[in-house]
């Protein structure tokens, strides 16, 4: 089973650039890693997908290497708005099917 | 944005009650889930479903049971409401493949 691995919180200024990067070792071939963000008392949001080396898109980039054990998200120019749970997901069989697990996802906190 | 709905948005009952917290969702996603999060804390998948008259128990033991009868609409259902029942409960649905999920607003459920 594929598991993540991701710092457990960031701190940054506004207007920097954000890179939280996710260990995922153990990915299988088929495997998407797929990023969410979340707000206090909100479902996680949707940012952004990859299988492999580079994807962007008006909220993110993600950035996979070759061999797909770590991806980054990058975050360009970061406001007080981002600060939220981001989530690092990599799409895993469990019995029959796929179930997947959020983990502790890493706590952003973007200051003036 | 995948149109996902839960009702009702906040609920207080009382111990021994039987609840039932609805979740549509308008995409006709084969795929949906039941997420409970308390504040601060992980997402714990506790029950999945890949199309209609298939339901999967998640990672987390949960007391709570659900039903898929139609695409559209995954109920989960407590029998008898307890103090450790409280919670916030987040639904999501999504699409075969590539594993991305929508998730609805939430319930924030307490039990007295």
């Known amino acids: 089973l594929a598991k993540t691995t991701q710092p457990i919180s960031m701190d940054s200024y506004e207007g920097q650039e954000v890179n939280i990067t996710c260990s995922h070792n153990?990915?299988?071939?088929?495997?998407?890693i797929t990023w969410y963000q979340q707000f206090p008392s909100q479902g996680p949001r949707f940012i952004i997908q990859?299988?492999?080396t580079k994807v962007t898109n008006e909220v993110a980039s993600l950035f996979i290497p070759a061999d797909r054990k770590s991806s980054t998200l990058s975050l360009p120019r970061v406001s007080l708005s981002d600060t939220a749970v981001y989530y690092c997901?990599?799409?895993?069989?469990?019995?029959?099917?796929?179930?997947?697990?959020f983990g502790k996802g890493t706590s952003l906190l973007v200051t003036p | 944005e995948a149109d996902i709905y839960q009702t009702p948005r906040y609920l207080v009952i009382g111990t021994g009650k039987k609840i039932t917290l609805e979740c549509s969702q308008t995409?006709?996603?084969?795929?949906m889930y039941w997420y409970q999060q308390d504040p601060g804390m992980e997402l714990h998948l506790i029950h999945y479903?890949?199309?209609?008259?298939?339901?999967e128990k998640g990672d987390l033991s949960s007391e709570s049971t659900v039903s898929r009868i139609r695409t559209e609409h995954f109920p989960l259902t407590l029998e008898s409401a307890r103090p450790s029942h409280t919670s916030q409960y987040l639904c999501?649905?999504?699409?075969?493949?590539?594993?991305?999920?929508?998730f609805g607003p939430g319930t924030r459920l307490t039990v007295l």
């Open positions: 995409m006709g996603h084969d795929k």
């Open positions: 479903s890949y199309g209609v008259n298939s339901t």
């Open positions: 990859g299988y492999k």
């Open positions: 999501a649905s999504g699409t075969s493949g590539t594993d991305t999920q929508y």
């Open positions: 153990n990915i299988a071939t088929n495997d998407y």
């Open positions: 997901l990599v799409g895993e069989t469990w019995n029959s099917g796929y179930a997947l697990n």
